[in-house]
Nanobody, 116 residues
Framework: QVQLVESGGGLVQPGGSLRLSCAAS????????VGWFRQAPGKQREGISC????????YYEDSVKGRFTISRDNARNTVYLQMNNLKSEDTAVYYC?????????WGQGTQVTVSS
């Protein structure tokens, strides 16, 4: 069956780094656009980065630009999010997403907490 499984979240101090991974299975990963979303307590889920399927171009939301890096490894069916210089406002549940035509898949989320 289709699965997206995130890992790599945790508690980190401000200024620290984390690398999130999202392992996909059950579908042809290489065909899909992939992205990362996050949802902080009391806020709506927001898209923070994606790799477009059409041309492989990459998008970053302004608040993470220059600090986060998205990448994918189609041989491993995995998408990554390297997060550097983390701030308290980055605290959220992070979700990976894969989209192709009408197919839209989500992971279960991984908690990232930035606190001293």
């Amino acid at each position: 069956q289709v699965q997206l499984v995130e890992s790599g979240g945790g508690l980190v101090q401000p200024g620290g780094s984390l690398r999130l991974s999202c392992a996909a299975s059950g579908f042809t990963f290489a065909y899909y656009a992939v992205g990362w979303f996050r949802q902080a307590p009391g806020k709506q889920r927001e898209g923070i980065s994606c790799i477009r399927r059409s041309d492989g171009s990459i998008y970053y939301e302004d608040s993470v630009k220059g600090r986060f890096t998205i990448s994918r490894d189609n041989a491993r069916n995995t998408v990554y999010l390297q997060m550097n210089n983390l701030k308290s406002e980055d605290t959220a549940v992070y979700y990976c997403n894969a989209v192709f035509l009408e197919r839209d898949y989500w992971g279960q989320g991984t908690q990232v907490t930035v606190s001293s």
